[in-house]
């Protein structure tokens, strides 16, 4: 974290008072909590100061009608936690939406033969009609599930993500699960994550971790002989192959990985978790909660870890080795040693490239902090960030990442994210689909950052390449050169292309 | 087994997932995952299902599910309304209910377009759930008045608000009474339940609640000869409708066309965002109830906006997707009869044209079979014309076709002889479709983005020519009605023909005697 720089917190904290003079007193009231400007808690600087716990208001309900970019419940559980799990069925229970818009969008890359033994590309739904609001769909559910049986008997087992109309109709699908769990001898897991639950992805997540406590664990038949260096791998969703990036680093330092949560797993490496060493969290929004479960019943100790950017990596491995002691301490050295070579020609080729850009984030519940080293690795500077869904315990991490004067916005509006980006005209906007193309129609490079833009991984030393590259394609590709027709007069300074190399 | 401890990745060849998961030491970790950690099946049994999903005994099995969809090619209402929504001018969609939902459509519009998408929602949560919505639809409307500045607010509903019945006449009366959007402000509704009919369904509601909107109360002073085109549920909208448009003024014609998202969805990037651009304007709206007649290009997306054009004494006629010849010469013919419009000969050159081309490359086309998916009306069109290059639509399946489609589809595949092997499923989705190409194969694959793992699992090549299309750029800028559309139709079909037949030629010294240069 050497890069040493401050931003514009008057300009930032003007923004801030412009955009809530445009709402309705109500709404400004509610939505001011959510806006600041990070402040150095000790002015006078110091080891390790990092910032006052970010000083914004979070898991809030959003306000009706200003375009918040927050998903539900369902998006939580189905689409974040278990979606990923590849040897099981995931049924999306109510009417088709749900499930089409998410099918296939998170790009949890896994290996496996598609409809035959791993089905994470695939749309299974009960596709609700009228007559299931009506009468209820547990008969539904029941043949379904009789149904997959049939036509995927190798399926590991079966997950029921609730949609909106089960926890409004009273449907007891705890029930229907119990029962057909016996019948067929799988595991079939009820999950209650309804969209209208909580006030965004997050409430699903929790529930979906709830739901692996209690219909996934303590099962007598997990037969697995653990060893010294065993470790879960916990929130990391293999996007793009994060979780590949990851775990070669992680074994080469000589840690065994015995489950890794939940991209590319299967439901084995969940059932056999609570016998590892130590859970290793990465997503901490998503997956807190069932560390803190097995922490508590079953002993494993859990670390945070970040895996995006040298700096972060070194520290993280590092971090991780001191828990295992000497041998696995030193093997990391000489890791770390093979991987600088990389890391130092990485960022001789495109440093140059990015230095001194400016970047704002708006992601989900983790990456808008843990991936600002990485983009100061290449020098480049963060002018703001928000989440989408984090909660207190998030900002107050944010605190050790940012710096002085950087803009902070919680679950952002449509609104208020197109004017931030308008006043500061950053160098870089990443965020997620729905944000790129307006801040591409602006003239601003855009990376996605919950899908990498179809490339990735960005996780690990091999990540982080990729992520370089990436940062410099954005930024310098001649068409940002090309937005003005040339007859027109020009407002503003031209904008700035560099040739590919 | 001795790990390598080479590295693949270089900062001079920086390698993505594609090639990256590839090199050795990653083919050498997964391995060793899967054997140690994953309790895979034994290789034996995975291949033996695989082989048995290919079988007549498993698509029998498959075809007699009674409950569980798998990979359906649907969508549901509200995701119609919003699209319907984004065809007016400056118009905000509200969708009242869960805020998830909204963020699906957003995205689901924006991965198809590669263009911004803007919706709000009324964000109700457990508390809304038991005493109703009327508060968010009461701030909701406010926030987004003062905030979007739209000239229209479009509301329509998740299946959240729909379960527990909220009623949006009387909420958003209650929220105008409040003050939340002026009184003689704009807010047309829909109430469009995922749990009834799909997407084309929630397009037909919220297009039908805008003319209602509009119309109700008015007094209609018939204008002879002028027409309204209500286009339906498009993903070729951009292409489609301007395509559209260049005919009808050709011909002449005085027309509006209702619910127009062709300039919504393809805004210029010149450094301004504009979160509304084009769409048929507010007066435009108000001034069709005057037409003559309504013309639906998608009959099964305005089954119930058409009733209402017929009520308010407007003559109705309905049409498939035109596209191709003979749909194209129908929906001109038509306009034609009802404008009093002489058809131009510069019209008549182009049919020539695709006429021409269709000649050219007729022998590279006849007896090719086709399985072809998608909305019920595409499904109708794309049959039709590939009957009329001499190909045979084998498999035509609309996971949201009804029974009536399937009527429909029957006498159109009846009147040629090219459609006498065809089947046509209603209702089926694309698992269903996985063993319906297993066992009785075809030559090409017509559909979206979806079929991709169809062409994955059975080797059929996939044409993608609807809704959704999220990994292919900037088709849907082109169109595929009318003449023009149906060259570069026939074009895209004829290069899947070529590029295939050139990759099974190409083996030096084995088979590419047949690699010819000219075909």
Same mark, same amino acid.
């Given at each position: 974290?050497?890069?040493?720089?401050?931003?514009?917190?008057?300009?930032?904290?003007?923004?801030?008072?412009?955009?809530?003079?445009?709402?309705?007193?109500?709404?400004?009231?509610?939505?001011?909590?959510?806006?600041?400007?990070?402040?150095?808690?000790?002015?006078?600087?110091?080891?390790?100061?990092?910032?006052?716990?970010?000083?914004?208001?979070?898991?809030?309900?959003?306000?009706?009608?200003?375009?918040?970019?927050?998903?539900?419940?369902?998006?939580?559980?189905?689409?974040?936690?278990?979606?990923?799990?590849?040897?099981?069925?995931?049924?999306?229970?109510?009417?088709?939406?749900?499930?089409?818009?998410?099918?296939?969008?998170?790009?949890?890359?896994?290996?496996?033969?598609?409809?035959?033994?791993?089905?994470?590309?695939?749309?299974?739904?009960?596709?609700?009609?009228?007559?299931?609001?009506?009468?209820?769909?547990?008969?539904?559910?029941?043949?379904?599930?009789?149904?997959?049986?049939?036509?995927?008997?190798?399926?590991?087992?079966?997950?029921?993500?609730?949609?909106?109309?089960?926890?409004?109709?009273?449907?007891?699908?705890?029930?229907?699960?119990?029962?057909?769990?016996?019948?067929?001898?799988?595991?079939?897991?009820?999950?209650?994550?309804?969209?209208?639950?909580?006030?965004?992805?997050?409430?699903?997540?929790?529930?979906?971790?709830?739901?692996?406590?209690?219909?996934?664990?303590?099962?007598?038949?997990?037969?697995?002989?653990?060893?010294?260096?065993?470790?879960?791998?916990?929130?990391?969703?293999?996007?793009?192959?994060?979780?590949?990036?990851?775990?070669?680093?992680?074994?080469?330092?000589?840690?065994?990985?015995?489950?890794?949560?939940?991209?590319?797993?299967?439901?084995?490496?969940?059932?056999?978790?609570?016998?590892?060493?130590?859970?290793?969290?990465?997503?901490?929004?998503?997956?807190?909660?069932?560390?803190?479960?097995?922490?508590?019943?079953?002993?494993?100790?859990?670390?945070?870890?970040?895996?995006?950017?040298?700096?972060?990596?070194?520290?993280?491995?590092?971090?991780?080795?001191?828990?295992?002691?000497?041998?696995?301490?030193?093997?990391?050295?000489?890791?770390?040693?093979?991987?600088?070579?990389?890391?130092?020609?990485?960022?001789?080729?495109?440093?140059?490239?990015?230095?001194?850009?400016?970047?704002?984030?708006?992601?989900?519940?983790?990456?808008?902090?843990?991936?600002?080293?990485?983009?100061?690795?290449?020098?480049?500077?963060?002018?703001?960030?928000?989440?989408?869904?984090?909660?207190?315990?998030?900002?107050?991490?944010?605190?050790?990442?940012?710096?002085?004067?950087?803009?902070?916005?919680?679950?952002?509006?449509?609104?208020?994210?197109?004017?931030?980006?308008?006043?500061?005209?950053?160098?870089?906007?990443?965020?997620?689909?729905?944000?790129?193309?307006?801040?591409?129609?602006?003239?601003?490079?855009?990376?996605?950052?919950?899908?990498?833009?179809?490339?990735?991984?960005?996780?690990?030393?091999?990540?982080?390449?990729?992520?370089?590259?990436?940062?410099?394609?954005?930024?310098?590709?001649?068409?940002?050169?090309?937005?003005?027709?040339?007859?027109?007069?020009?407002?503003?300074?031209?904008?700035?292309?560099?040739?590919?190399? | 087994?001795?790990?390598?401890?080479?590295? #693949?990745?270089?900062?001079?060849? =920086?390698? @993505?997932?594609?090639? +990256?998961?590839?090199?050795? /030491? $990653? *083919?050498?970790?997964?391995?060793?995952?899967?054997?140690?950690?994953?309790? #895979?099946?034994?290789?034996?049994? =995975?291949? @033996?299902?695989?082989? +048995?999903?290919?079988?007549? /005994? $498993? *698509?029998?099995?498959?075809?007699?599910?009674?409950?569980?969809?798998?990979? #359906?090619?649907?969508?549901?209402?509200?995701?119609?309304?919003?699209?319907?929504?984004?065809?007016? /001018?400056?118009?905000?969609?509200?969708?009242?209910?869960?805020?998830?939902?909204?963020?699906?459509?957003?995205?689901?519009?924006?991965?198809?377009?590669?263009?911004?998408?803007?919706?709000?929602?009324?964000?109700?949560?457990?508390?809304?759930?038991?005493?109703?919505?009327?508060?968010?639809?009461?701030?909701?409307?406010?926030?987004?008045?003062?905030?979007?500045?739209?000239?229209?607010?479009?509301?329509?509903?998740?299946?959240?608000?729909?379960?527990?019945?909220?009623?949006?006449?009387?909420?958003?009366?209650?929220?105008?009474?409040?003050?939340?959007?002026?009184?003689?402000?704009?807010?047309?509704?829909?109430?469009?339940?995922?749990?009834?009919?799909?997407?084309?369904?929630?397009?037909?509601?919220?297009?039908?609640?805008?003319?209602?909107?509009?119309?109700?109360?008015?007094?209609?002073?018939?204008?002879?000869?002028?027409?309204?085109?209500?286009?339906?549920?498009?993903?070729?909208?951009?292409?489609?409708?301007?395509?559209?448009?260049?005919?009808?003024?050709?011909?002449?014609?005085?027309?509006?066309?209702?619910?127009?998202?062709?300039?919504?969805?393809?805004?210029?990037?010149?450094?301004?965002?504009?979160?509304?651009?084009?769409?048929?304007?507010?007066?435009?709206?108000?001034?069709?109830?005057?037409?003559?007649?309504?013309?639906?290009?998608?009959?099964?997306?305005?089954?119930?906006?058409?009733?209402?054009?017929?009520?308010?004494?407007?003559?109705?006629?309905?049409?498939?997707?035109?596209?191709?010849?003979?749909?194209?010469?129908?929906?001109?013919?038509?306009?034609?009869?009802?404008?009093?419009?002489?058809?131009?000969?510069?019209?008549?050159?182009?049919?020539?044209?695709?006429?021409?081309?269709?000649?050219?490359?007729?022998?590279?086309?006849?007896?090719?079979?086709?399985?072809?998916?998608?909305?019920?009306?595409?499904?109708?069109?794309?049959?039709?014309?590939?009957?009329?290059?001499?190909?045979?639509?084998?498999?035509?399946?609309?996971?949201?076709?009804?029974?009536?489609?399937?009527?429909?589809?029957?006498?159109?595949?009846?009147?040629?002889?090219?459609?006498?092997?065809?089947?046509?499923?209603?209702?089926?989705?694309?698992?269903?479709?996985?063993?319906?190409?297993?066992?009785?194969?075809?030559?090409?694959?017509?559909?979206?983005?979806?079929?991709?793992?169809?062409?994955?699992?059975?080797?059929?090549?996939?044409?993608?020519?609807?809704?959704?299309?999220?990994?292919?750029?900037?088709?849907?800028?082109?169109?595929?009605?009318?003449?023009?559309?149906?060259?570069?139709?026939?074009?895209?079909?004829?290069?899947?023909?070529?590029?295939?037949?050139?990759?099974?030629?190409?083996?030096?010294?084995?088979?590419?005697?047949?690699?010819?240069?000219?075909?």
């Amino acid at each position: 974290m050497g890069l040493d720089y401050e931003n514009d917190g008057a300009l930032h904290a003007k923004l801030i008072e412009d955009v809530l003079s445009q709402y309705p007193d109500k709404a400004a009231k509610r939505r001011k909590k959510h806006l600041s400007v990070a402040t150095s808690q000790d002015e006078a600087g110091g080891e390790d100061k990092g910032l006052s716990e970010c000083d914004v208001k979070s898991n809030i309900k959003s306000i009706p009608g200003v375009m918040t970019i927050r998903g539900c419940a369902y998006a939580g559980s189905k689409g974040v936690v278990w979606g990923p799990v590849k040897d099981m069925v995931h049924i999306s229970h109510g009417p088709v939406g749900c499930g089409q818009y998410s099918w296939s969008q998170r790009r949890n890359y896994y290996v496996g033969t598609t409809g035959i033994d791993t089905f994470v590309t695939m749309q299974f739904t009960s596709d609700f009609q009228e007559k299931d609001i009506v009468f209820g769909g547990d008969k539904k559910l029941e043949k379904i599930i009789d149904e997959v049986e049939d036509l995927f008997p190798l399926s590991g087992g079966i997950s029921v993500q609730s949609e909106c109309p089960i926890g409004l109709i009273g449907d007891d699908i705890e029930a229907v699960s119990r029962k057909k769990a016996k019948e067929h001898e799988k595991t079939i897991v009820p999950v209650r994550c309804e969209g209208f639950r909580g006030v965004s992805q997050s409430l699903g997540h929790h529930i979906a971790n709830d739901a692996i406590r209690d219909w996934v664990f303590d099962k007598d038949d997990v037969d697995f002989e653990s060893g010294p260096y065993d470790v879960n791998v916990v929130g990391d969703y293999n996007i793009g192959g994060d979780a590949w990036a990851s775990r070669i680093l992680l074994e080469e330092i000589g840690l065994r990985v015995v489950g890794n949560w939940s991209g590319d797993a299967t439901l084995a490496e969940i059932e056999r978790a609570p016998k590892a060493k130590l859970n290793l969290i990465h997503c901490y929004r998503s997956m807190n909660y069932i560390c803190r479960h097995m922490e508590e019943k079953y002993g494993i100790a859990w670390m945070e870890y970040n895996f995006f950017g040298p700096t972060q990596i070194e520290a993280s491995l590092r971090n991780i080795a001191k828990h295992f002691g000497p041998e696995i301490e030193e093997k990391t050295e000489k890791v770390i040693a093979k991987y600088r070579p990389l890391v130092d020609a990485v960022i001789a080729k495109y440093r140059p490239r990015l230095e001194g850009n400016t970047v704002m984030l708006y992601v989900g519940g983790l990456r808008p902090r843990h991936v600002i080293t990485a983009y100061e690795d290449l020098a480049m500077v963060i002018v703001g960030t928000g989440y989408e869904f984090a909660h207190n315990d998030d900002y107050q991490r944010t605190g050790h990442y940012v710096k002085n004067g950087t803009l902070l916005y919680d679950d952002v509006t449509g609104y208020e994210l197109e004017k931030f980006i308008e006043g500061i005209r950053p160098d870089l906007v990443g965020s997620g689909i729905k944000e790129k193309y307006p801040v591409q129609k602006m003239g601003i490079p855009f990376r996605q950052m919950h899908s990498w833009d179809y490339s990735g991984p960005y996780h690990g030393y091999d990540g982080f390449a990729i992520f370089a590259r990436d940062m410099d394609l954005a930024i310098n590709n001649p068409v940002w050169g090309l937005y003005r027709a040339p007859w027109k007069k020009m407002k503003d300074a031209p904008l700035r292309a560099v040739a590919a190399e | 087994m001795e790990k390598v401890t080479t590295m #693949p990745q270089s900062a001079e060849k =920086v390698l @993505d997932h594609a090639p +990256l998961f590839r090199e050795p /030491e $990653y *083919r050498q970790m997964l391995a060793e995952k899967k054997l140690n950690f994953e309790c #895979p099946h034994p290789d034996q049994i =995975v291949t @033996d299902q695989r082989e +048995l999903t290919k079988t007549w /005994e $498993y *698509r029998e099995k498959n075809l007699a599910r009674e409950a569980l969809v798998i990979n #359906p090619a649907k969508a549901c209402q509200p995701l119609g309304a919003v699209f319907a929504a984004a065809g007016f /001018e400056r118009t905000m969609s509200f969708v009242h209910g869960s805020q998830g939902c909204v963020a699906y459509y957003r995205s689901h519009l924006s991965r198809h377009f590669k263009e911004p998408s803007s919706a709000v929602s009324s964000s109700m949560t457990e508390d809304a759930a038991v005493f109703g919505g009327l508060k968010n639809m009461v701030d909701g409307l406010a926030n987004t008045y003062k905030l979007y500045d739209p000239k229209m607010i479009a509301v329509s509903t998740t299946c959240m608000a729909e379960v527990i019945g909220d009623d949006l006449r009387s909420f958003i009366e209650n929220a105008k009474n409040e003050g939340s959007v002026p009184c003689d402000f704009d807010v047309p509704f829909a109430h469009t339940p995922a749990f009834v009919g799909s997407h084309v369904d929630g397009y037909d509601g919220m297009v039908k609640g805008v003319l209602e909107h509009f119309w109700k109360g008015s007094e209609r002073s018939q204008a002879a000869g002028t027409i309204n085109i209500i286009p339906g549920f498009d993903g070729f909208c951009v292409g489609n409708n301007r395509e559209l448009k260049r005919l009808l003024d050709l011909m002449g014609v005085t027309y509006t066309v209702i619910q127009d998202a062709s300039d919504q969805f393809d805004t210029p990037s010149d450094g301004e965002y504009r979160m509304y651009d084009g769409g048929t304007k507010i007066e435009d709206v108000k001034g069709a109830l005057n037409a003559e007649a309504t013309l639906s290009l998608q009959h099964y997306n305005t089954r119930k906006t058409l009733e209402y054009c017929n009520e308010v004494g407007q003559a109705t006629a309905s049409f498939h997707y035109p596209l191709g010849v003979q749909a194209t010469d129908e929906f001109l013919m038509k306009v034609s009869a009802i404008s009093g419009q002489e058809i131009p000969e510069t019209i008549r050159m182009e049919r020539g044209r695709l006429v021409d081309a269709m000649a050219d490359s007729q022998s590279w086309l006849h007896g090719k079979k086709y399985a072809i998916y998608g909305d019920p009306d595409f499904v109708c069109a794309m049959a039709r014309f590939v009957m009329e290059t001499g190909g045979e639509p084998t498999h035509c399946l609309a996971t949201n076709g009804t029974s009536a489609w399937q009527v429909e589809m029957k006498e159109l595949l009846a009147s040629s002889p090219f459609g006498q092997d065809a089947q046509i499923w209603a209702g089926k989705d694309l698992w269903a479709m996985r063993s319906l190409l297993f066992t009785e194969p075809v030559d090409l694959l017509i559909g979206n983005s979806y079929g991709k793992y169809l062409e994955r699992d059975t080797g059929t090549p996939l044409i993608r020519l609807m809704f959704p299309i999220f990994d292919r750029h900037h088709h849907h800028r082109f169109p595929l009605m009318g003449y023009q559309g149906g060259l570069r139709v026939l074009t895209t079909i004829l290069d899947k023909i070529f590029d295939k037949l050139d990759r099974e030629t190409s083996e030096t010294g084995v088979t590419d005697y047949s690699y010819d240069l000219t075909r």
